[in-house]
């Protein structure tokens, strides 16, 4: 039985003030997410003060990125060196906003969650189909092309150190989600084109939903039987709401 990972993503928002307050409320109903794995992926700055906030809860601290390249001439970049360096353990890569504005096609993004986990960090990596890919009828075979792309990168069986996560780029920051027959038919798209490749490592791989999860919607997207999680962005930045979330998801 897969164990259900619940991550945050604050994106670029977050003040060393306001980042406090998040970590004094999550603290005080951290036990509540008992049972599902709970990851903080915060923007670069704060990841120390995150790992310092969350030391002693059952929470882990990731990036939201990773530069392709190793310690070097690189301006302006944060390796993942780096964030192990800072006790940071997991990374979101691929975000479609990334794919959108910052040219990451899906070779850039393969090798990122290759990067990752030759360095030993938990890669949590998006896919997901464009308004304009699921109104022609390919939100299928979008899906496929990109998880393709990270098996001719990353062997299934290392992919399971970290995640995927399906974030159909209509549902991101739009408060329109997918429902859960929605999800559950991409969801089983993605643990088909693993399973292909290696039925055990699709059977424990961690496939998470993310786009306009709230703590509204999460239970019925939750309970979906190939939703392993969720990827969770506005919603995550008020604490009390991102631990309704994690305690709306099957304990295990
Ligand atoms: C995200 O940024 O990964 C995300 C899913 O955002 P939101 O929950 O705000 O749609």
Same mark, same amino acid.
């Given at each position: 039985?897969?164990?259900?990972?619940?991550?945050?993503?604050?994106?670029?928002?977050?003040?060393?003030?306001?980042?406090?307050?998040?970590?004094?409320?999550? /603290?005080?109903?951290?036990?509540?997410?008992?049972?599902?794995?709970?990851?903080?992926?915060?923007?670069?700055?704060?990841?120390?003060?995150?790992?310092?906030?969350?030391?002693?809860?059952?929470?882990?601290?990731?990036?939201?990125?990773?530069?392709?390249?190793?310690?070097?001439?690189?301006?302006?970049?944060?390796? +993942?060196?780096?964030?192990?360096?800072?006790?940071?353990?997991?990374?979101?890569?691929?975000?479609?906003?990334?794919?959108?504005?910052?040219?990451?096609?899906?070779?850039?993004?393969?090798?990122?969650?290759?990067?990752?986990?030759?360095?030993?960090?938990?890669?949590?990596?998006?896919?997901?189909?464009?308004?304009?890919?699921?109104?022609? +009828?390919?939100?299928?075979?979008?899906?496929?092309?990109?998880?393709?792309?990270?098996?001719?990168?990353?062997?299934?069986?290392?992919?399971?150190?970290?995640?995927?996560?399906?974030?159909?780029?209509?549902?991101?920051?739009?408060?329109?989600?997918?429902?859960?027959?929605?999800?559950?038919?991409?969801?089983?798209?993605?643990?088909?084109?693993?399973? /292909?490749?290696?039925?055990?490592?699709?059977?424990?791989?961690?496939?998470?939903?993310?786009?306009?999860?709230?703590?509204?919607?999460?239970?019925?997207?939750?309970?979906?039987?190939?939703?392993?999680?969720?990827?969770?962005?506005?919603?995550?930045?008020?604490?009390?709401?991102?631990?309704?979330?994690?305690?709306?998801?099957?304990?295990?």
């Amino acid at each position: 039985m897969r164990k259900q990972l619940i991550a945050a993503n604050w994106k670029m928002n977050g003040t060393r003030a306001a980042n406090a307050q998040w970590l004094d409320a999550f /603290r005080a109903v951290a036990a509540s997410t008992a049972g599902r794995d709970v990851v903080v992926c915060a923007p670069y700055p704060y990841l120390p003060q995150l790992v310092a906030g969350l030391a002693g809860l059952a929470a882990e601290a990731g990036a939201q990125d990773l530069c392709i390249d190793a310690p070097g001439a690189h301006t302006g970049d944060v390796c +993942g060196e780096m964030l192990l360096d800072v006790g940071v353990g997991w990374v979101i890569v691929g975000h479609s906003e990334r794919r959108a504005t910052r040219g990451e096609d899906d070779a850039i993004v393969a090798t990122k969650a290759a990067r990752a986990l030759a360095l030993g960090l938990r890669p949590i990596a998006c896919v997901g189909e464009t308004l304009e890919e699921r109104d022609a +009828g390919r939100a299928t075979a979008v899906v496929e092309r990109q998880v393709a792309a990270l098996l001719q990168r990353c062997p299934a069986r290392d992919l399971l150190k970290g995640a995927i996560a399906y974030e159909p780029v209509w549902a991101i920051g739009t408060g329109r989600n997918a429902t859960g027959a929605q999800a559950q038919e991409i969801h089983s798209v993605v643990r088909g084109a693993i399973a /292909r490749h290696d039925a055990d490592a699709a059977a424990a791989l961690r496939v998470l939903y993310g786009g306009s999860v709230k703590p509204g919607n999460a239970a019925e997207l939750l309970a979906q039987p190939d939703i392993d999680g969720a990827l969770v962005g506005g919603a995550s930045l008020v604490a009390a709401d991102f631990a309704a979330i994690c305690s709306a998801a099957p304990a295990r």
